[in-house]
């Protein structure tokens, strides 16, 4: 994978986008809409599976759920329609003005204006990790590690 490509994957911040729930290109939002798919009208099937397999009365929830998820229409911070649940994220707009693609690029990296208490040590684990071994590694180093 080229420079450019990981870029469009990962964030400012260095989270990866393209694994995020919230991501309109996002594979948690293909998964979710294929699985919809291939259930199909099970809700029948659901409420016959209650009397022997009771997590089936949540079905209803589950599949509001899964809704939630194909519907993921954040077009990631790099984006117009951010939908990151993380609001307190000043890289969103500091990487334009700072012309820099990830915060470890900046010359004011570590800012103090970016995250408070664990989000702020992940953050510059993150960026740390990528100015140590490159931002092409890092990508498929953490692409291997669940999301969330």
Known sequence: MEYNDVVKHLAPC???CMRCADYEHGEIKQLSSRLIQLLGNFRPVAKMKTEKQPIFNGYSQFEAILTSFSNGSCSGCR???VQCPITTCSAKTCHKEKNVDFCFQCN???C???FTGR??????YINDRMKEIGVIEYYYEQVK???Y
């Open 14 to 16: 260095g989270l990866d």
């Open 79 to 81: 984006g117009e329609n």
């Open 108 to 110: 004011e990296y570590p």
């Open 112 to 114: 103090e204006k970016q």
């Open 119 to 124: 989000l702020r040590d992940r953050w510059r």
């Open 145 to 147: 590690l669940p999301r």
